[in-house]
């Protein structure tokens, strides 16, 4: 490894570390504009010269383009060396505008860090300054161009980076110019990046615009709970409101940047229509005299119905705190088992899914980014986790193959194979896979029972689309590649295929190869419900029950289950059905109209807790602020009123876990912050791996690896009968998919106005051989009718896309919810054309 000396100190780095690498591992920041960590060296601002005194090169040359040697002695302070960096700052600020006042870079703005500190600040040039004309480039960015100093991150960001090509460099020398060909939306979800790697002012956040500086800021680590990837965010607050949310780097998870989706999903913390107030029967109310109602009434029905007729329905958007007090509130007042999903199917498959996650075949983003190979089976990236795309597109760009096995019409900006393949072939596709790419003798190194599931895998036909020779290309590049990564989907996916998708990574361990194992799953904390869920217990069977007149009260905590359940009538039905049901939510949701008593709770940006995302990362989120209404409601627009007192307004809410304890009675009371002792002590029991001391408190910066759900007993015994097939009694039907989209879907950012002008048109897809047999057009209305109801909406013919198939987006705009927990087929009888 070279040995360098810069500014008297010797350094020893890595081979191929560029000089201004190597001079910020010892906390020497050498001036750049141009160069960034994510996106490498490329020499085009000149500002991070320094001198060489000794090595094989002499004299002033570019830090970043540079690669440390032996020999090497280097001056960042000489004077040649500096005078040459000031005179590059005053070429820069020739025709920069003076409107740093009104800039909202203002204050974390490299070019005026860099002109302070390199003594600028005289304008010698008397000529007139070069202008531009700003574009629109959509809701979530401010193109201010006359303030750009062409160091190109931009555009090698957008373009380089995430693979989308709508903005980039336009004319040259003196008049080049940063943008689109005309004005519009930028197309990439990951367009808010641009105001963090702009160096200036040139892109800046629209939301946010003109609200503050980052110093007027209460800023804080904390994590996205909009996908279950638990990126690394910093939270911005001021005047108790959540203003900004931001990348924060994450060497496992993220890196440097996050998606538009998570970056402005926060906007529900802060709306006017947030109840913060407890209210009996859609009354305000005091919070401990609705308590005291809400108490006495669940102890009514305890003793006139029993215990049993009491359910609580907990959700994968709480903390873990909050989550095990669901279960521990249950299991003191023997309340039914807790649900935390929408139906049984999903249950299984996150369990599944978390019973794989072993040591040693888990991988991070990071990982992911590193493959040679990445298959994902029956997963959408780009829709169901947006920076998991960017993490495949990282591969790419260092040489992976990426092959996508999904029946849906899948988009990612990099060159990819997809294969278009129904759900109910992908189990029997992993299995050809197996038994193509890994010899009989290879599989036995797996053991015993890795070689009897090997030898009862069964002889399929290849899915329709897939030709031989393009199974064997794809055979090819799997035996070739030495770190392979299975990408898996828990939402579209039949469960077998959570399974046999593990199965294929560890045959491809058995052969030698760095494999490793990615899940996707259904919501922030997942991996935490599903580790306390009861395998049998879902919303489905609590509204099963309802209907049979078992279950008298429901318990709602952070969970809307009119956003996610299949069947909104049969839903509404069951809970019009209850004498009581409590909702505990910061949201203003449909259940909340419903609800008998309701308990505002706090968000992840006003109260700790535990987040666990899909590869077993426990991370902990610290509160931002203590919450309150923010004072532009309490105001009304002007100045808040001048009362004063200890508390601060709006502060009603607490933490669902601490609502669940008071609830749950005297013997179960809260410590500090809501925080029952004993939630950690049972948590302990599941997750040995929390048992540590102050477990709620600072984590390690990149989380605790949680692998105590992983069971060695499913490996390989995956139900190669148990598929979810359609029925045989109907060959013409229809496999039916509910899809997320990257906007408009999610439940959290569907409550940020400034993502809506992102959402696509609500579509039905399917594909052009189908439509065609059914005769309906492209871009006609049509509709599906069931017995829960009628949705209604353009059709989309796809070329892209599994034939035998159609794909139902859980757009928010669109009637989706009409369709029976389970439901796997739909008969072209159910499809017709609607009337406008």
């Not at 440097?256 to 109840?275: E, Q, T, V």
Request: net charge negative; with cysteine.
């Amino acid at each position: 490894m070279p040995k360098i000396v810069i500014d008297d100190i010797e350094i020893e780095v890595a081979p191929k570390t560029t000089v201004i690498e190597a001079a910020a591992q010892l906390g020497i920041m050498i001036p750049r504009f141009c160069y960034h960590p994510a996106l490498g060296s490329v020499g085009a601002c000149r500002v991070c010269a320094v001198k060489f005194l000794e090595g094989p090169l002499k004299g002033i040359q570019m830090s970043c383009m540079v690669e440390a040697q032996d020999g090497m002695v280097v001056s960042t302070t000489d004077k040649e060396a500096a005078d040459f960096r000031k005179s590059v700052i005053e070429w820069l600020m020739l025709h920069h505008p003076h409107d740093c006042p009104v800039c909202d870079a203002g204050g974390h703005c490299l070019l005026q860090d860099m002109t302070v500190s390199g003594g600028h600040g005289i304008r010698r040039y008397a000529g007139p300054k070069r202008t531009y004309h700003d574009q629109y480039l959509g809701p979530l960015i401010q193109h201010e161009m006359n303030r750009c100093i062409h160091c190109y991150r931009c555009s090698r960001f957008y373009q380089e980076f995430t693979g989308y090509t709508d903005l980039g460099v336009m004319r040259n020398a003196n008049h080049t110019y940063f943008g689109r060909f005309e004005d519009g939306i930028l197309e990439s979800p990951f367009t808010g990046n641009l105001s963090d790697i702009c160096p200036t002012g040139v892109y800046t956040d629209k939301p946010s615009r003109y609200f503050g500086r980052r110093w007027d800021y209460q800023r804080q680590p904390s994590l996205c709970v909009n996908c279950s990837l638990g990126c690394h965010t910093i939270a911005s607050v001021k005047y108790r409101e959540v203003k900004r949310q931001e990348a924060r780097f994450s060497r496992d998870i993220n890196g440097h940047f996050i998606c538009d989706r998570g970056r402005y999903g926060f906007f529900y913390a802060s709306l006017d229509s947030r109840p913060r107030e407890a209210s009996v029967n859609g009354n305000t109310a005091p919070y401990d005299e609705a308590l005291q109602a809400a108490s006495t009434k669940l102890g009514q029905i305890e003793q006139e119905a029993g215990t049993d007729a009491i359910a609580i329905l907990g959700s994968g958007r709480s903390s873990l705190e909050t989550q095990a007090m669901v279960k521990l509130s249950s299991r003191l007042r023997n309340w039914r088992s807790p649900a935390y999903f929408m139906d049984s199917i999903t249950v299984a498959k996150v369990r599944a899914a978390i019973n794989r996650l072993e040591t040693g075949l888990t991988v991070s983003m990071r990982d992911v980014e590193s493959a040679d190979l990445v298959l994902c089976i029956g997963a959408d990236p780009m829709n169901e986790a947006p920076m998991l795309a960017l993490a495949m597109r990282q591969a790419q760009c260092n040489g992976a193959q990426i092959v996508v096995a999904d029946p849906r019409p899948i988009s990612l900006p990099m060159t990819y194979q997809h294969l278009p393949v129904a759900a109910t072939d992908l189990y029997g596709l992993v299995g050809s896979l197996i038994e193509s790419a890994v010899d009989r003798q290879t599989a036995s190194q797996g053991g015993e029972k890795a070689s009897r599931f090997y030898d009862a895998l069964p002889d399929e036909d290849l899915p329709a689309g897939i030709s031989e020779d393009l199974f064997t290309a794809l055979v090819d590049r799997i035996k070739d590649s030495r770190q392979p990564v299975i990408v898996c989907g828990t939402d579209v996916a039949p469960l077998p295929v959570n399974g046999i998708a593990a199965d294929l990574a560890l045959y491809l361990k058995a052969a030698g190869k760095n494999a490793g194992l990615f899940y996707l799953l259904p919501g922030a904390n997942a991996f935490g419900a599903g580790l306390l869920s009861d395998s049998e217990v879902s919303l489905q069977s609590i509204v099963e029950a309802i209907e049979g007149g078992q279950v008298k009260a429901l318990i709602t905590v952070e969970s809307n289950p009119l956003h996610h359940f299949p069947d909104r009538q049969r839903l509404i039905q069951a809970l019009d059905k209850l004498d009581l049901l409590i909702v505990l939510d910061y949201l203003d949701t449909d259940a909340l109209e419903k609800a008998h008593f309701f308990f505002p709770s706090t968000t992840l940006y006003e109260s700790n807790g535990i987040f666990v995302n899909q590869e077993g990362r426990a991370q902990v989120v610290q509160a931002a602020y203590v919450g309150g209404l923010p004072i532009v409601q309490s105001g009304g627009g002007n100045h808040p009123p001048r009362i004063y007192g200890r508390g601060v307004p709006g502060v009603g809410t607490r933490p669902a876990r601490q609502i669940l304890a008071d609830l749950a009675g005297e013997n179960f009371k809260p410590e500090d912050e809501g925080q029952p002792a004993a939630i950690y002590g049972f948590l302990a029991e599941i997750i040995p791996e929390l048992a540590i001391e102050n477990p709620g408190g600072a984590f390690p910066e990149n989380g605790i690896q949680i692998h105590s759900g992983a069971k060695t007993d499913s490996q390989f015994a995956s139900d190669q009968t148990g598929q979810d097939r359609l029925s045989t009694e109907d060959s013409s039907a229809l496999s039916l998919v509910l899809t997320d989209l990257t906007f408009g879907s999610e439940e959290l950012s569907g409550h940020s106005e400034c993502l809506f002008e992102l959402e696509p048109e609500p579509a039905i897809l399917l594909h052009s051989s189908d439509a065609a047999k059914m005769n309906l057009a492209d871009g006609s209305l049509i509709a599906i009718e069931t017995a829960g109801g009628s949705c209604q909406a353009k059709l989309k013919v796809i070329e892209n896309m599994a034939s035998g198939v159609v794909i139902v987006p859980r757009h928010r705009k669109l009637a989706w919810q009409i369709f029976a927990p389970g439901t796997t087929g739909i008969g072209r009888d159910q499809i017709k054309k609607a009337q406008a």
